[in-house]
């Protein structure tokens, strides 16, 4: 399995993961995650849960860009308080439906999971406090190009908020809100095209800033 890696050193690396790369063995993908990559070039991994070694966090399979692995227990510890302290900073690209109010817009929702379907999340006044911020990056007459800012880092979080705030990515299978069928009128025919041009969900991780 190919892997781009943009910095690396004794402490840690961070890859930039292709879309459809799952994160860590699981049921059905148990030799072909960006973990059975990492050991097999040599990497050395530390901390972490039993089969997740030096995973500091995750990107979802189909979610492409930048993620840091540890190479050491001491990394894996100072990462994961560093994540926990909202000391990583952590921008991501995104194409969404229609068109936002305002720019910036602060989302804040909680995020529980889905009390029906286990594999998804919802937002739910029981769940676990998240917060994204949103900015308007380029308007398109059916889309928008948006850069978006994690406060906290819930499961799903970005794919969540956008479709809670009726502004969901473009080509998310599982959070799409109807996908281009939200879009009437003379647009529609341009959504159209979008959404057949979009094999996966059009989420990137673009930029990373902590203190090494």
Known sequence: IPLVLVYEDEHLAIIDKPAGLVVHPAPGHWDDTLVNALVARGTTLAGGAEGRPGIVHRLDRDTSGLMIVAKTDLAHRRLGLAIAARRVSRSYAALAWG???SSPLPIEAPVARHPQDRKRMAVSPRGRSARTDAWVVARFDAVELLRLELHTGRT?????????????????????????????????????????AAPRQALHAAALAFRH
């Open 99 to 101: 068109h936002l109010d």
């Open 156 to 196: 799903h979080q970005i794919r969540l908020h956008l479709e809670h705030v009726g502004h969901p990515v473009v080509g998310d299978p599982v959070y799409g809100g109807g996908g281009s069928r939200r879009i009437s009128g003379a647009n529609r025919r341009a959504a159209d095209r979008i959404a057949a």
